[in-house]
């Protein structure tokens, strides 16, 4: 009766739902919040060990409406510090230090 996809196969047809999130933060006056983040911190923070793993279209909507402010920014403050890191370790090979 219901139809089951992963969750990459669902995201045009929930694309809708992050878009009402990312209105909502924008509203709590995240006025940076993005779809395109919003959609990268449900993969890496929500469905990271079930993003293979079939659910049903109102699984995943729920899931994207249920995100926190405090998710996103956790998501968005690692985020940060993971591309410093790359960062530092690019400056380091630069100059020729292990």
């Not at 009766?1 to 809708?16: G, I, R």
């Not at 998710?71 to 410093?84: I, W």
């Amino acid at each position: 009766m219901f139809e089951s996809k992963t969750v990459n196969e669902w995201k045009s047809e929930v694309m809708p739902a992050v878009i009402s999130k990312k209105e909502e933060f924008h509203l709590l006056g995240y006025d940076k919040a993005s779809a395109a983040d919003i959609w990268s911190c449900m993969e890496k923070k929500v469905w990271k060990k079930e993003a293979d793993k079939p659910k049903r279209i109102y699984e995943v909507v729920a899931d994207i409406m249920q995100l926190s402010v405090s998710v996103y920014m956790g998501y968005l403050t690692m985020s940060v510090y993971e591309e410093d890191e790359d960062l530092m370790a690019s400056i380091a090979a630069i100059n020729g230090q292990s």
